[in-house]
């Protein structure tokens, strides 16, 4: 436990600041209020099972129309903001340029998305593995980083070690039919003992095509996983 004296001295000597801006904020790890409200938060009306935005208010148990015919890739999933430019400029120094410290607001802004779901029957967290060689350059997962906070909240634990990852080349250019053939067949339970009967809430920092998610709730369930749900910082949002 730090004393209050050395959060003191702490504070004067790093005063706290916006992650991504710079302007002085009462928190460490707070987003400023520009900063804040360039970011497209999904906090209105939306699919009851994969946190799709509708443009208008739906109800509380409308589904978008992938859901509604059960093409949906998860039980279900919740995104706290659209992947658009502001988020865009968050996520890939998170993800490729070592700012690690911006999983704070980041992974709160995912709790909060959380703040309608039934959590109580989750068993355990799982962040979507990345490939070793990929944390080997990388030096770390940034889908672990974001589940900490989430998994210290629900007091559940992360799994790290259950399901692993081949190497694959990065999917960033890939149209969805793309993404979802070069997925195929990259997760592998290794520990199915950890999966069988459990709830599981995969942790992400982006959704796109949705492919990755998909894949792995195939093999989650094949390996006896009751329920599996997701949640991300944000989502590819397409008119639908
Ligand atoms: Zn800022
Ligand atoms: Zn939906």
Redesign the pocket.
């Known amino acids: 436990m730090v004393s209050k004296f050395v959060k003191s001295v702490l504070e004067f000597l790093f005063p706290p600041a916006c992650p991504l801006c710079g302007t002085p904020v009462s928190t460490h790890g707070e987003l400023c209020a520009d900063c804040w409200t360039s970011f497209n938060w999904i906090d209105g009306s939306k ?1 009851v ?4 935005p509708f443009a208008l208010d739906m109800g509380d148990n409308a ?2 129309p ?3 015919s059960g093409r ?1 890739e998860l039980d279900w999933i919740r995104s706290a903001c659209v992947y658009d430019d502001a988020s865009r400029m968050a996520v890939l120094p998170f993800k490729h340029a070592g700012r690690i410290s911006y999983s704070y607001f980041m992974s709160r802004a995912m709790i909060w998305a959380l703040r309608d779901c039934d959590l109580s029957g989750i068993d355990v967290i799982i962040p979507v593995p990345l490939a070793y060689r990929r944390i080997f350059y990388r030096a770390y997962n940034q889908a672990a980083l974001l589940a900490k906070p989430i998994a210290k909240l629900m007091g559940v634990k992360i799994d790290y070690d259950s399901v692993c990852r081949k190497y694959r080349r990065d999917m960033g250019h890939m149209n969805a039919r793309m993404r979802a053939e070069n997925i195929r067949g990259v997760f592998s339970v290794v520990r199915p003992e950890n999966i069988k009967g459990r709830k599981i809430l995969l942790v992400d920092d982006v959704m796109t095509s949705g492919a990755t998610f998909s894949e792995l709730r195939r093999v989650l369930i094949d390996a006896g996983a009751s329920a599996v749900y997701g949640v991300t910082f944000c989502r590819t949002v397409r008119s639908v």
Do not use: E, I
């Not at 099972?49 to 799709?52: I, N, S």
């Open positions: 699919c099972c994969c946190g799709y589904m978008c992938v859901c509604a949906s």
